[in-house]
């Protein structure tokens, strides 16, 4: 990995030289990750004028699933606990000679920004912007394999979870098992934190479970993902309790179904963000259900859940291939439940297959 690294810190450093920009400081997490591999926390990463740097508040160790940093940086340990990176590789780019630094303004709060012009003042500040970002949204096939695997390992937790008894059991308890077997079939952990709903919570996003527990004739809706060597994806997944679905229940899941279908059918290099997010978006317009949609279709996913591409009425750009996104339409009705389908895909050319789909559990509305 340590070319691939190495590839991504000199597209970045052609980009801050572009710039006018000696030297950059990396600060944001995953993107110190994305260059310089897995790094103790509180790493920031220095591209100096004459030599690239991981600076760390403490030692590299090896950690389950997360590994070791890039072996070709230096690397420069703080002497005393409780000292910020940031500033200490503020203090190497001037002594390296750099007479500017670009900075993640975007991540730096005001009181670390101080900091760094106190200990270098003569360094002129500028702005690197959302660059590592964007370097960040075109997987290679070595990123897309950990999703991919991730999304292996979410399809079994949730295949588990679904020959298990569910009525009576509270929605908390379903998603701390959902958790410990995505920790079971080998996920680091969860990609983000479960979200189980039942009845008149099913089909809200984002929802945080509750002591309510499953009863019969309930939607139940899930949304999970499993981070694997620090790549994360999601799917969502909707389903009935122990009956016979309600007519308004087949309705509302065929309606949503068909909204993700044409979000997953737009999926194609040179599509706009918006396009993808109208295609899913029109079929629940079309259906009266305007009201209280949800803010986008879909987004970026990587080393962090929620990464560009925004796939939103008013995103801005268009998908290239290698692009992994997710298409999640959902639609909630206050005090009966609703349905939300979420899977994890990877833009590909129509003369690859289009649209490869890494989260593959059914889509069929079952009754458990």
């Known amino acids: 990995m340590s070319e691939v690294y190495a ?12 710039g006018g920009s000696a030297a950059a400081l990396v600060t944001r997490p995953a993107n110190v990750r ?13 591209l100096g004028k004459r030599e690239d740097l991981l600076v760390c508040p403490s030692a590299p160790d090896d950690r389950p699933g997360e590994g070791r940093p890039d072996e070709t940086l230096g690397v420069r340990i703080l002497p005393r606990p409780g000292g910020d990176a940031a500033v200490a590789a ?21 009181a670390r920004h101080r900091a760094l012009t106190s200990v270098a003042p003569q360094l002129r500040i500028a702005e ?6 964007q370097l960040r949204v075109v997987k ?14 979410a399809d079994q937790a949730l295949g588990e979870l679904l020959e298990s008894i569910l009525v009576g059991r509270t929605e908390r308890h379903l998603a701390l098992e959902l958790e410990r077997r995505l920790v079971d079939h080998g996920a680091d952990g969860p990609a983000f934190p479960t979200s189980v709903a039942t009845g008149p919570n099913s089909g809200r996003r984002g929802h945080r479970p509750t002591d309510r527990r499953v009863e019969e004739g309930d939607f139940l809706s899930v949304c999970l993902g499993a981070a694997y060597r620090g790549y994360r994806c999601e799917i969502g997944r909707t389903f009935v309790i122990g009956t016979s679905p309600a007519d308004w229940q087949i309705q509302l899941y065929d309606l ?9 059918e737009a999926l ?4 706009a963000y918006r396009d993808v997010d109208r295609a899913a978006r029109q079929v629940l317009d079309s259906a009266g259900y305007t009201e209280g949609l949800q803010p986008l279709t879909g987004h970026g996913v990587g080393l962090e859940i929620d990464e560009d591409p925004q796939l939103a009425p008013a995103a801005m750009g268009k998908l290239d291939a290698c692009v992994p996104v997710t ?14 389908i979420d899977d994890t895909l990877v833009v590909r050319p129509e003369a690859d297959g289009g649209p490869e789909l890494l989260t593959i559990t059914t889509k069929e509305l079952l009754a458990l």
């Not at 690197?128 to 970002?133: D, F, H, K, M, R």
């Not at 949503?256 to 997953?264: K, L, T, Y």
């Not at 194609?268 to 599509?271: D, E, F, K, L, Y």
């Open 34 to 46: 994305y260059l310089a591999g897995a790094a103790p926390h509180g790493a920031v990463l220095l």
């Open 140 to 153: 290679d096939e070595e990123e897309i394999s950990c999703l991919r695997i991730g999304a292996e390992i």
């Open 268 to 271: 194609t290099p040179g599509a």
């Open 90 to 110: 503020a203090d190497l780019a001037r002594s390296q000679g750099a007479d500017s630094l670009a900075i993640e303004e975007h991540h730096v709060t005001v």
């Open 256 to 264: 949503v179904f068909a909204a993700q279908r044409a979000g997953r």
């Open 7 to 18: 590839a991504r810190r000199t597209r970045l450093r052609e980009r801050c030289n572009a």
């Open 128 to 133: 690197l912007g959302s660059a590592v970002e």
């Open 327 to 340: 298409v999640e339409p959902g639609v909630h009705l206050p005090g009966r439940g609703g349905v939300r």
